[in-house]
């Protein structure tokens, strides 16, 4: 199998992954959030549990008119979407959902990652100014100078993560964590949560920022922006967006999963089983993180913007900073 | 950093057996640092201690004590100790190089014991006497410069480093000297100090400056050695530099007519009173002279008998003053004016272990006097002694050793002051100064005599101060008691051919260190000698207690009457003090003048003749030349420029980005002129 | 591959940033432009690291560098551009002569 | 080395793209009559030369790259750019001076000598041994050991950069200004 096909195989699996995985946590967001209201949420749909909502919402989306504003940036306004989906697709390529399962296991994985999360910057920065719209203009601004502000504190709690691995291969530093205590013959493992769960909470913190959630969604509050940069999108085009916010938080997810609960591994499995095994492992990681992003966005509000800069400068980037100190004496020192 | 250990003649004289003394030697440096860091704890944290910082300096000077003690005990042995360490720091250039260390060697090892032993004792007394008092962490914090400082002089194997301690123990002086600045005396005397050791710095300064250039080193072992070997580089300006040293020396150690200072040094404290007079300060002239003692035994000789004659006229003429002095601070002063004047004539006469064994003596029973007197002036509140009178009975402890310290000062057998001066005695009989020495016995009579005054006045009779009077504290006592014994006991080290067991003699301690000093030891008691310096100390105890004792007459009236020329001459201090003020008015007034006139008639007419001259020179050139020759060109010149400066001016639009395509274009030019046209 | 294709693209960005810079009149676009050269030297840099295969990676290093003062640069570039609007209401560079004579 | 030669190998049909890419953008960066579009095409750009470095083999800088231009440098001058003008919509203002001849001149003579310079002293040099990528561990060492004093330098740079970018931009606040924000 050439990799040109290999790849083009993967992105095709990307391709539904994504519109599926959409679905269902838009689906268990909505479930989530009514029982969290003592509301019971979709429930009409497809029968049972109202399980085709989202199904329906798509098919509505796609229906739509694909409305351009007039005063908009045309060539802009329709590249948008597209990058900030280029930014989360880009991500799925180096997720390791199994031993030997990862799509392309770079040698500089996390730090790939990291770069190409941040293209989505430019696509939301892109939407809110070609609007052509002051409030889509305000929420731009507001996600770029959020977004600029919490990469740091993602990009610095990773850190730890390395410096413990000595690999930046996500697949290594997997490898690393079940490697972790070992003797001849056998390891005991060690998610990197035990020791870096400072960086943990950091980067969860900082993820849920990056992803615009409630309470970091002064970009597109709508009480005073409308939508933000999203107003004037509709149609497939929203879909996008969309779509993308919630694979966004899923790659995320699986990343913050890899990083520091030991992605695809569970104690005490051989390779040999976890190579099936090992991406339900990892989904089941994920739901796990995602639910708590669910459950924190139906518990908190929202932050005002200097609340929300100040958590970032004078909180998370110097708590991440001391983390990595500290891990580093304690690699020096183990 | 470069590590440089001397083994420079240790393989001549008694140097050869002597061992490095292991790691008390190789780290004999903490002893000087220790004061220092002490110095800056103090600075930093001592407001916040529980004795306000008085504890680490106590504590900085035990280790220094005991570290010290080590030494001396190693020292003792047979071999004794000889080491030497010094790093580099910087190259000064022209070959020379600013290194900083430590020497361990019997003079080194004696002087570090002296100044760590009286130095506890004062800080322990200081501690007692100082409660209650303004700004105690900064009195202790700079007691530790102080003794650090002379720490540092004293352990410096190069004169660099000698003159760095010699100036730190100048400025804690000052700090201390001026510590009750609130009174503008006190701040005076503090200046006065510093100015007339400043003044004698010069000397020292530009002596240093000259055997280092002409040496091609600071070390001490280099210029012994070169002074060992007479050498040619060194010999033509010997004298000049060892003057020049010795002036230094003479501001530190009060030689007439430098002395001024230290009698007006008695506003510090009286801790500070002991440990200067004692350890720490004067002590530095006497060791400065000791330590560069080659260069006067075989090179300098010219310049000894200047040194004896200012050592002479100090002990002898510094002495009479002590006996007019009704502040009993003062008569201390002035007495150790005169002992330094004992060691500094010992010491030029070529008595190198004469003069320091009365530095050893001196420094105990001087502290143990000065600190007596603190505890009597801190009963009695008042530095007078018509103040006093009658306090045997009130203060016993204070009375005691008061008079074991007056009487080893006396010079009274067996006591440790009858020995040294005993041994300066004979030193210059041996060397031939028989009129020094005999005046030497005339000073020993006088200071009998102001002694016996002082503890007269101070502690018979009847009280004539304010209050009521009481012992000192025991924390002050048990120092003066801790000093009292090697007062009265240090002699017994060096008595001339006894060598005792196991601690040997004081010549022994001294002989090892790196150059053999050839000097003169008496290898028995020349009795008649002793005889006659512990006879002019009982006749002058004795006449003292007579004139001043409880029975005498009234003392006042006799002062005046006994010696009519005399009295106030000594009551004005030979008018030396108005001398240097005078001094310098009748240089300021004549100098002020002659300057004056050579400037009225000398420069003003050649200043004006040149005028003259060139003002006509100037109208021919106008004429001729300049109105016509010059300005053409300056005019044509100046159209030029303009009309450049309108064609260039364009370019400098104030646009960057013109500025910037220009710098393009230019680079381009310079590029293409580069490659191909060249 | 040859290195000079890598080479010459550099110097063509570069010659592009040169033209850039002094062609714009918006100080921001002049900032773009010396990106692009920025972009155009570390291109450079590595290729001519990939010629020469140093042991230290010397030429990535110098471009990481190049990179990292590029950031500072930027940084304090629309400050200044920032404060300049501010207080002149544009921020078009060829109105600052305040440099003049 | 013949043009068959080179053509015969597909790395450098991929260059040629990304090189065509590149340029194209790079153009529309200097030409662009929108500062918004212009800062879009410099991601492009910059994403091409991310490429070329990926070409080159060298990982870490390419995604050093994106990391920190299109991540950070790029969004930073997007907000500049908005802050300062927001031209959205059509924007009137004239970006360009009217003056383009002699800075076209310029840079063609520039770009003539250069690229004379690198064909007369390269020719057709091949690039070979760049099968594997620079192990990231060569560049930390190298920034970490022999480069560590630059790398402080730099790193104190950056902060003064942080420092004087934060001095510069900031309003200082009018006394009444001041005292309603401490009533607030």
Same mark, same amino acid.
């Given at each position: 199998?050439?990799?040109?096909?290999?790849?083009?195989?993967?992105?095709?699996?990307?391709?539904?992954?994504?519109?599926?995985?959409?679905?269902?946590?838009?689906?268990?967001?909505?479930?989530?959030?009514?029982?969290?209201?003592?509301?019971?949420?979709?429930?009409?749909?497809?029968?049972?549990?109202?399980?085709?909502?989202?199904?329906?919402?798509?098919?509505?989306?796609?229906?739509?008119?694909?409305?351009?504003?007039?005063?908009?940036?045309?060539?802009?306004?329709?590249?948008?979407?597209?990058?900030?989906?280029?930014?989360?697709?880009?991500?799925?390529?180096?997720?390791?959902?199994?031993?030997?399962?990862?799509?392309?296991?770079?040698?500089?994985?996390?730090?790939?990652?990291?770069?190409?999360?941040?293209?989505?910057?430019?696509?939301?920065?892109?939407?809110?100014?070609?609007?052509?719209?002051?409030?889509?203009?305000?929420?731009?601004?507001?996600?770029?100078?959020?977004?600029?502000?919490?990469?740091?504190?993602?990009?610095?709690?990773?850190?730890?993560?390395?410096?413990?691995?000595?690999?930046?291969?996500?697949?290594?530093?997997?490898?690393?964590?079940?490697?972790?205590?070992?003797?001849?013959?056998?390891?005991?493992?060690?998610?990197?949560?035990?020791?870096?769960?400072?960086?943990?909470?950091?980067?969860?913190?900082?993820?849920?920022?990056?992803?615009?959630?409630?309470?970091?969604?002064?970009?597109?509050?709508?009480?005073?922006?409308?939508?933000?940069?999203?107003?004037?999108?509709?149609?497939?085009?929203?879909?996008?967006?969309?779509?993308?916010?919630?694979?966004?938080?899923?790659?995320?997810?699986?990343?913050?999963?890899?990083?520091?609960?030991?992605?695809?591994?569970?104690?005490?499995?051989?390779?040999?089983?976890?190579?099936?095994?090992?991406?339900?492992?990892?989904?089941?990681?994920?739901?796990?993180?995602?639910?708590?992003?669910?459950?924190?966005?139906?518990?908190?509000?929202?932050?005002?913007?200097?609340?929300?800069?100040?958590?970032?400068?004078?909180?998370?980037?110097?708590?991440?900073?001391?983390?990595?100190?500290?891990?580093?004496?304690?690699?020096?020192?183990? | 950093?470069?590590?440089?250990?001397?083994?420079?003649?240790?393989?001549?004289?008694?140097?050869?057996?002597?061992?490095?003394?292991?790691?008390?030697?190789?780290?004999?440096?903490?002893?000087?640092?220790?004061?220092?860091?002490?110095?800056?704890?103090?600075?930093?944290?001592?407001?916040?201690?529980?004795?306000?910082?008085?504890?680490?300096?106590?504590?900085?000077?035990?280790?220094?004590?005991?570290?010290?003690?080590?030494?001396?005990?190693?020292?003792?042995?047979?071999?004794?100790?000889?080491?030497?360490?010094?790093?580099?720091?910087?190259?000064?250039?022209?070959?020379?190089?600013?290194?900083?260390?430590?020497?361990?060697?019997?003079?080194?090892?004696?002087?570090?014991?002296?100044?760590?032993?009286?130095?506890?004792?004062?800080?322990?007394?200081?501690?007692?006497?100082?409660?209650?008092?303004?700004?105690?962490?900064?009195?202790?914090?700079?007691?530790?410069?102080?003794?650090?400082?002379?720490?540092?002089?004293?352990?410096?194997?190069?004169?660099?480093?000698?003159?760095?301690?010699?100036?730190?123990?100048?400025?804690?002086?000052?700090?201390?000297?001026?510590? +009750?600045?609130?009174?503008?005396?006190?701040?005076?005397?503090?200046?006065?100090?510093?100015?007339?050791?400043?003044?004698?710095?010069?000397?020292?300064?530009?002596?240093?400056?000259?055997?280092?250039?002409?040496?091609?080193?600071?070390?001490?072992?280099?210029?012994?050695?070169?002074?060992?070997?007479?050498?040619?580089?060194?010999?033509?300006?010997?004298?000049?530099?060892?003057?020049?040293?010795?002036?230094?020396?003479?501001?530190?150690?009060?030689?007439?007519?430098?002395?001024?200072?230290?009698?007006?040094?008695?506003?510090?404290?009286?801790?500070?009173?002991?440990?200067?007079?004692?350890?720490?300060?004067?002590?530095?002239?006497?060791?400065?002279?000791?330590?560069?003692?080659?260069?006067?035994?075989?090179?300098?000789?010219?310049?000894?008998?200047?040194?004896?004659?200012?050592?002479?006229?100090?002990?002898?003429?510094?002495?009479?003053?002590?006996?007019?002095?009704?502040?009993?601070?003062? &008569?201390?002063?002035?007495?150790?004016?005169?002992?330094?004047?004992?060691?500094?004539?010992?010491?030029?006469?070529?008595?190198?272990?004469?003069?320091?064994?009365?530095?050893?003596?001196?420094?105990?029973?001087?502290?143990?006097?000065?600190?007596?007197?603190?505890?009597?002036?801190?009963?009695?509140?008042?530095?007078?002694?018509?103040?006093?009178?009658?306090?045997?009975?009130?203060?016993?402890?204070?009375?005691?050793?008061?008079?074991?310290?007056?009487?080893?000062?006396?010079?009274?057998?067996?006591?440790?002051?009858?020995?040294?001066?005993?041994?300066?005695?004979?030193?210059?009989?041996?060397?031939?100064? +028989?009129?020094?020495?005999?005046?030497?016995?005339?000073?020993?009579?006088?200071?009998?005599?102001?002694?016996?005054?002082?503890?007269?006045?101070?502690?018979?009779?009847?009280?004539?101060?304010?209050?009521?009077?009481?012992?000192?504290?025991?924390?002050?006592?048990?120092?003066?008691?801790?000093?009292? &014994?090697?007062?009265?006991?240090?002699?017994?080290?060096?008595?001339?051919?006894?060598?005792?067991?196991?601690?040997?003699?004081?010549?022994?301690?001294?002989?090892?260190?790196?150059?053999?000093?050839?000097?003169?030891?008496?290898?028995?008691?020349?009795?008649?000698?002793?005889?006659?310096?512990?006879?002019?100390?009982?006749?002058?105890?004795?006449?003292?207690?007579?004139?001043?004792?409880?029975?005498?007459?009234?003392?006042?009236?006799?002062?005046?009457?006994?010696?009519?020329?005399?009295?106030?001459?000594?009551?004005?201090?030979?008018?030396?003090?108005?001398?240097?003020?005078?001094?310098?008015?009748?240089?300021?007034?004549?100098?002020?003048?002659?300057?004056?006139?050579?400037?009225?008639?000398?420069?003003?007419?050649?200043?004006?003749?040149?005028?003259?001259?060139?003002?006509?020179?100037?109208?021919?050139?106008?004429?001729?030349?300049?109105?016509?020759?010059?300005?053409?060109?300056?005019?044509?010149?100046?159209?030029?420029?303009?009309?450049?400066?309108?064609?260039?001016?364009?370019?400098?639009?104030?646009?960057?980005?013109?500025?910037?395509?220009?710098?393009?274009?230019?680079?381009?030019?310079?590029?293409?002129?580069?490659?191909?046209?060249? | 591959?040859?290195?000079?294709?890598?080479?010459?693209?550099?110097?063509?960005?570069?010659?592009?940033?040169?033209?850039?810079?002094?062609?714009?009149?918006?100080?921001?676009?002049?900032?773009?432009?010396?990106?692009?050269?920025?972009?155009?030297?570390?291109?450079?840099?590595?290729?001519?690291?990939?010629?020469?295969?140093?042991?230290?990676?010397?030429?990535?290093?110098?471009?990481?560098?190049?990179?990292?003062?590029?950031?500072?640069?930027?940084?304090?570039?629309?400050?200044?551009?920032?404060?300049?609007?501010?207080?002149?209401?544009?921020?078009?560079?060829?109105?600052?002569?305040?440099?003049?004579? | 080395?013949?043009?068959?030669?080179?053509?015969?190998?597909?790395?450098?049909?991929?260059?040629?793209?990304?090189?065509?890419?590149?340029?194209?953008?790079?153009?529309?960066?200097?030409?662009?009559?929108?500062?918004?579009?212009?800062?879009?095409?410099?991601?492009?750009?910059?994403?091409?030369?991310?490429?070329?470095?990926?070409?080159?083999?060298?990982?870490?800088?390419?995604?050093?790259?994106?990391?920190?231009?299109?991540?950070?440098?790029?969004?930073?001058?997007?907000?500049?750019?908005?802050?300062?003008?927001?031209?959205?919509?059509?924007?009137?203002?004239?970006?360009?001076?009217?003056?383009?001849?002699?800075?076209?001149?310029?840079?063609?003579?520039?770009?003539?000598?250069?690229?004379?310079?690198?064909?007369?002293?390269?020719?057709?040099?091949?690039?070979?041994?760049?099968?594997?990528?620079?192990?990231?561990?060569?560049?930390?060492?190298?920034?970490?050991?022999?480069?560590?004093?630059?790398?402080?330098?730099?790193?104190?740079?950056?902060?003064?950069?942080?420092?004087?970018?934060?001095?510069?931009?900031?309003?200082?606040?009018?006394?009444?200004?001041?005292?309603?924000?401490?009533?607030?």
């Amino acid at each position: 199998m050439s990799p040109w096909l290999a790849l083009a195989i993967w992105l095709l699996v990307v391709a539904t992954i994504i519109p599926v995985m959409g679905m269902a946590i838009g689906y268990a967001e909505m479930k989530i959030s009514a029982h969290m209201q003592s509301r019971i949420g979709p429930y009409f749909a497809g029968g049972r549990f109202g399980w085709a909502q989202l199904i329906a919402d798509g098919v509505k989306f796609f229906q739509k008119e694909d409305l351009v504003p007039e005063n908009a940036d045309r060539p802009v306004f329709k590249m948008a979407p597209v990058l900030v989906m280029v930014g989360t697709v880009g991500l799925f390529v180096v997720i390791p959902f199994g031993p030997g399962l990862t799509p392309q296991n770079l040698d500089l994985g996390i730090f790939y990652a990291l770069a190409i999360s941040s293209v989505g910057t430019i696509g939301v920065l892109m939407a809110g100014w070609s609007s052509g719209n002051k409030y889509s203009l305000m929420g731009g601004l507001r996600a770029a100078g959020q977004l600029i502000a919490y990469e740091l504190p993602l990009v610095l709690a990773v850190v730890g993560v390395v410096i413990l691995a000595g690999t930046m291969s996500l697949d290594g530093i997997v490898q690393a964590q079940i490697s972790w205590f070992s003797e001849a013959g056998w390891s005991l493992g060690m998610p990197f949560v035990i020791v870096q769960a400072v960086g943990l909470g950091v980067f969860f913190v900082a993820s849920l920022a990056e992803l615009s959630r409630i309470p970091f969604d002064m970009p597109i509050a709508e009480s005073e922006l409308v939508m933000g940069y999203l107003t004037e999108y509709s149609g497939f085009r929203f879909l996008f967006f969309f779509l993308a916010e919630f694979a966004n938080m899923f790659t995320l997810s699986a990343i913050a999963a890899t990083l520091f609960l030991g992605g695809y591994w569970v104690p005490g499995v051989p390779d040999s089983i976890l190579q099936f095994v090992g991406p339900l492992v990892l989904l089941g990681k994920i739901a796990l993180f995602i639910f708590v992003s669910i459950w924190v966005r139906w518990t908190f509000p929202r932050f005002r913007e200097d609340q929300l800069q100040t958590l970032a400068w004078k909180w998370l980037v110097p708590i991440s900073l001391a983390n990595i100190i500290v891990t580093g004496v304690l690699k020096v020192v183990l | 950093m470069g590590v440089s250990t001397n083994l420079y003649l240790a393989a001549e004289g008694a140097a050869a057996a002597a061992t490095t003394g292991g790691i008390w030697s190789e780290w004999a440096g903490l002893m000087l640092i220790g004061p220092m860091l002490a110095f800056v704890v103090i600075v930093l944290f001592g407001k916040r201690m529980r004795y306000q910082g008085a504890e680490v300096a106590i504590g900085a000077m035990a280790f220094n004590f005991v570290w010290s003690s080590v030494l001396l005990l190693l020292n003792m042995g047979d071999s004794g100790v000889l080491y030497e360490r010094s790093l580099e720091i910087a190259a000064v250039g022209g070959g020379l190089v600013f290194e900083l260390g430590w020497i361990v060697d019997g003079l080194s090892i004696m002087m570090y014991w002296v100044v760590a032993a009286v130095g506890l004792a004062v800080f322990v007394y200081a501690h007692g006497y100082m409660k209650g008092e303004v700004r105690v962490t900064f009195f202790f914090a700079a007691l530790s410069l102080f003794a650090g400082s002379m720490l540092v002089l004293v352990g410096s194997p190069n004169l660099v480093q000698l003159i760095i301690g010699w100036e730190g123990v100048g400025l804690a002086s000052y700090l201390l000297i001026g510590h +009750n600045w609130e009174l503008k005396e006190n701040s005076s005397a503090a200046m006065k100090a510093f100015y007339t050791n400043k003044v004698a710095d010069v000397g020292l300064v530009i002596g240093v400056i000259i055997i280092g250039i002409t040496l091609g080193s600071f070390h001490f072992w280099d210029l012994a050695a070169a002074a060992a070997e007479h050498s040619a580089a060194l010999g033509p300006v010997a004298v000049a530099a060892g003057l020049l040293l010795f002036f230094g020396a003479m501001g530190k150690s009060a030689q007439f007519p430098l002395h001024i200072w230290l009698p007006d040094a008695m506003a510090g404290p009286t801790p500070v009173s002991a440990l200067m007079h004692a350890a720490t300060m004067v002590t530095a002239g006497i060791y400065l002279m000791a330590r560069t003692f080659p260069l006067y035994q075989e090179l300098a000789t010219a310049a000894r008998p200047w040194m004896i004659a200012a050592g002479t006229i100090t002990l002898f003429g510094m002495g009479l003053l002590a006996l007019v002095a009704d502040d009993i601070k003062r &008569v201390l002063a002035y007495s150790t004016v005169s002992q330094l004047g004992y060691m500094m004539t010992a010491v030029a006469a070529g008595g190198y272990t004469a003069g320091l064994f009365h530095l050893f003596t001196h420094a105990f029973f001087k502290a143990l006097l000065f600190l007596g007197a603190g505890s009597v002036i801190h009963a009695v509140h008042s530095n007078n002694m018509s103040d006093m009178g009658g306090l045997r009975r009130h203060m016993p402890d204070t009375y005691r050793t008061f008079v074991i310290g007056a009487l080893a000062l006396a010079g009274v057998f067996p006591l440790s002051g009858f020995w040294s001066k005993d041994e300066i005695l004979a030193t210059l009989g041996y060397e031939g100064y +028989n009129l020094v020495m005999w005046i030497a016995v005339a000073g020993a009579f006088v200071t009998a005599f102001y002694m016996a005054r002082a503890v007269a006045l101070t502690f018979f009779g009847e009280y004539r101060g304010h209050g009521e009077p009481h012992e000192s504290p025991p924390i002050m006592t048990r120092p003066l008691w801790a000093l009292a &014994v090697p007062a009265v006991l240090a002699g017994v080290v060096n008595i001339p051919g006894l060598k005792l067991p196991w601690i040997g003699s004081f010549t022994d301690w001294l002989s090892v260190r790196s150059v053999p000093m050839g000097d003169h030891h008496a290898e028995a008691i020349d009795v008649g000698l002793a005889a006659a310096g512990l006879a002019a100390a009982v006749a002058g105890l004795w006449l003292g207690w007579r004139a001043f004792g409880p029975s005498a007459a009234d003392r006042a009236d006799r002062d005046r009457v006994e010696i009519p020329v005399l009295y106030p001459l000594l009551r004005q201090k030979y008018y030396l003090d108005h001398a240097a003020l005078g001094l310098v008015w009748v240089i300021r007034q004549p100098a002020a003048r002659a300057v004056n006139w050579v400037n009225d008639y000398v420069i003003d007419g050649v200043v004006n003749g040149v005028g003259a001259l060139c003002q006509r020179l100037a109208g021919l050139l106008y004429g001729g030349v300049d109105q016509h020759g010059i300005d053409g060109v300056v005019h044509g010149l100046s159209w030029g420029t303009s009309g450049m400066g309108g064609l260039i001016r364009r370019i400098q639009s104030g646009r960057v980005q013109q500025y910037a395509g220009l710098l393009v274009a230019g680079l381009l030019l310079l590029a293409v002129v580069v490659l191909f046209v060249l | 591959m040859i290195l000079n294709q890598f080479l010459i693209l550099a110097a063509l960005l570069f010659c592009m940033g040169v033209y850039g810079l002094l062609v714009r009149r918006n100080a921001v676009m002049v900032l773009l432009s010396v990106e692009l050269m920025l972009a155009a030297v570390n291109i450079n840099l590595v290729a001519l690291e990939a010629f020469w295969q140093t042991s230290e990676a010397l030429g990535q290093i110098l471009a990481v560098f190049i990179i990292t003062i590029a950031a500072a640069e930027v940084g304090i570039g629309l400050a200044i551009i920032l404060l300049i609007f501010r207080n002149r209401r544009s921020a078009n560079v060829d109105e600052l002569n305040l440099m003049r004579w | 080395m013949g043009f068959e030669d080179w053509a015969a190998e597909p790395l450098n049909w991929v260059f040629l793209a990304v090189a065509l890419a590149t340029t194209i953008s790079g153009l529309r960066v200097v030409t662009s009559p929108n500062v918004v579009h212009a800062a879009l095409f410099l991601v492009a750009a910059l994403a091409g030369t991310a490429a070329i470095f990926l070409l080159l083999a060298a990982e870490f800088l390419a995604w050093v790259l994106v990391l920190v231009y299109i991540g950070a440098v790029i969004v930073l001058f997007l907000f500049g750019i908005m802050i300062t003008r927001a031209p959205t919509g059509r924007d009137e203002a004239e970006v360009d001076h009217q003056r383009r001849l002699p800075a076209l001149l310029v840079s063609a003579a520039l770009f003539a000598l250069l690229s004379w310079g690198l064909l007369s002293q390269w020719g057709d040099t091949t690039l070979d041994g760049i099968t594997a990528g620079t192990p990231t561990s060569v560049l930390a060492e190298g920034l970490l050991g022999r480069f560590v004093f630059p790398f402080e330098v730099v790193g104190f740079v950056l902060l003064a950069a942080l420092v004087g970018g934060i001095t510069i931009a900031r309003r200082d606040l009018s006394p009444a200004e001041e005292r309603e924000r401490e009533s607030r």
